[in-house]
T-cell receptor
Framework: NAGVTQTPKFQVLKTGQSMTLQCAQD?????MYWYRQDPGMGLRLIYY???????DKGEVPNGYNVSRLNKREFSLRLESAAPSQTSVYFC?????????????FGPGTRLTVL | RKEVEQDPGPFNVPEGATVAFNCTYS??????FFWYRQDCRKEPKLLMS???SGNEDGRFTAQLNRASQYISLLIRDSKLSDSATYLC??????????????FGTGTRLQVTL
């Protein structure tokens, strides 16, 4: 039982390049999330998927797109990377919506955009 | 005003000390509350949920004050392994939607010999 896995762990891009961050969970969770973490800002929600087949914008969706490929997988795409997207990206999942619903996080992807 | 505010620290305490962190939140409609722990360059992990009546888990005690909109975390008998950043997290989810967590920026704790 690996929990939440993310690939790649590290990535360096040039401005304007595109890439997809992959996330998978093996806990049969319904909901999945993408966050970014920047110094002094706390984690901020980019996009989330309450259940398979649905996606919604979070606090900072501009410059990103997501795909909920199936129940297990939720990918984040940067179409044209910008230096402002340099950050640590975390994927998370939770069993269902609602209160007291623990979110489990993946190990993160450290992205640098030059 | 930030939605969830924490003192960034660092709090430097000797082993065995008791230390307390506070956190304030701005949305009075917030429904549930958590403390997460994040080690350096690692992912956040749930430390404990915070219940209205207060709750304890070993050396850790969490309290919620809805009237004043703050949450606290007390750590007794600090261990070196408690050194980490503690994130205050507020859930504003409504029934039927995904849990939408708002994270504080964290309070860093350093426990020393």
């Amino acid at each position: 039982n690996a929990g939440v896995t993310q690939t790649p762990k590290f990535q360096v891009l040039k401005t304007g390049q595109s890439m997809t961050l992959q996330c998978a969970q093996d806990m049969n969770h319904n909901s999945m999330y993408w966050y970014r973490q920047d110094p002094g800002m706390g984690l901020r929600l980019i996009y989330y998927s309450a259940s398979e087949g649905t996606t919604d914008k979070g606090e900072v969706p501009n410059g990103y797109n997501v795909s909920r490929l199936n129940k297990r997988e939720f990918s984040l795409r940067l179409e044209s990377a910008a230096p402002s997207q340099t950050s640590v990206y975390f994927c998370a999942s939770s069993e269902r919506a609602g209160e007291f619903n623990e979110q489990f996080f993946g190990p993160g992807t450290r992205l640098t955009v030059l | 005003r930030k939605e969830v505010e924490q003192d960034p620290g660092p709090f430097n305490v000797p082993e065995g000390a008791t230390v307390a962190f506070n956190c304030t939140y701005s949305n009075s409609a917030s429904q549930s509350f958590f403390w997460y722990r994040q080690d350096c360059r690692k992912e956040p992990k749930l430390l404990m949920s915070v219940y209205s009546s207060g709750n304890e888990d070993g050396r850790f005690t969490a309290q919620l004050n809805r009237a004043s909109q703050y949450i606290s975390l007390l750590i007794r008998d600090s261990k070196l392994s408690d050194s980490a950043t503690y994130l205050c997290v507020v859930n504003e989810a409504n029934t039927g939607t995904a849990s939408k967590l708002t994270f504080g920026t964290g309070t860093r704790l350093q426990v020393t010999l």
